[in-house]
C-alpha cells in the first residue's frame, strides 16, 4: 500500500489516470501517482435512509480480512523502531474545497461574521 487518498464524498474512485494526493497540511507538498495503481474503496455505507444496509461479516472474516491487509504493508512502516510514516493525503477536489473553506473563514473572521 502506498498510502490513503481522502476524497469528497461525490468525487469517482480513481483509475487509469494520474492521481495528485496533497499533503493535509502542507500546501507546497503533493505527489503526483501516475499509473499503474489500484484504488479501492474502504469505506461503505451501514445505514441508508434510516436502514441499515450493511451485513456485518464474521469474527473470523473480519479477522482474516484484517491479516491480509496488515501484510500488505511494507516491512518499514511496520516496524517499531523508526517507522515509515504511512502517508494519508487529500484528493485534488478535497485540497480546493479545503482551501476555498480556510479562506472564506479568514475573510469572515476579519470582518467579525464567524
Same mark, same amino acid.
Given at each position: 500500500?502506498?498510502?490513503?487518498?481522502? =476524497?469528497?464524498? &461525490? &468525487?469517482?474512485?480513481?483509475?487509469?489516470?494520474?492521481?495528485?494526493?496533497?499533503?493535509?497540511?502542507?500546501?507546497?507538498?503533493?505527489? =503526483?501517482?501516475?499509473?499503474?495503481?489500484?484504488?479501492?474503496?474502504?469505506?461503505?455505507?451501514?445505514?441508508?435512509?434510516?436502514? *441499515?444496509?450493511?451485513?456485518?461479516?464474521?469474527? *473470523?472474516?473480519?479477522?482474516?480480512?484484517?491479516?491480509?491487509?496488515?501484510?500488505?504493508?511494507?516491512? &518499514?512502516?511496520?516496524?517499531? =523502531?523508526?517507522?515509515?510514516?504511512?502517508?494519508?493525503?487529500?484528493?485534488?477536489?478535497?485540497?480546493?474545497?479545503?482551501?476555498?473553506?480556510?479562506?472564506?473563514?479568514? &475573510?469572515?473572521?476579519?470582518?467579525?461574521?464567524?
Amino acid at each position: 500500500m502506498m498510502g490513503d487518498l481522502l =476524497t469528497d464524498v &461525490e &468525487e469517482p474512485l480513481p483509475s487509469g489516470k494520474p492521481v495528485i494526493a496533497h499533503h493535509p497540511m502542507y500546501d507546497y507538498m503533493k505527489k =503526483t501517482y501516475r499509473p499503474p495503481y489500484e484504488a479501492r474503496e474502504i469505506m461503505v455505507p451501514i445505514f441508508k435512509k434510516g436502514k *441499515q444496509v450493511y451485513e456485518p461479516p464474521s469474527l *473470523q472474516d473480519v479477522r482474516e480480512h484484517a491479516a491480509k491487509e496488515l501484510e500488505s504493508l511494507e516491512n &518499514e512502516t511496520k516496524r517499531f =523502531t523508526n517507522p515509515h510514516l504511512y502517508k494519508v493525503s487529500l484528493s485534488d477536489e478535497l485540497h480546493h474545497i479545503k482551501k476555498d473553506l480556510l479562506l472564506w473563514h479568514h &475573510e469572515n473572521a476579519s470582518n467579525g461574521r464567524t
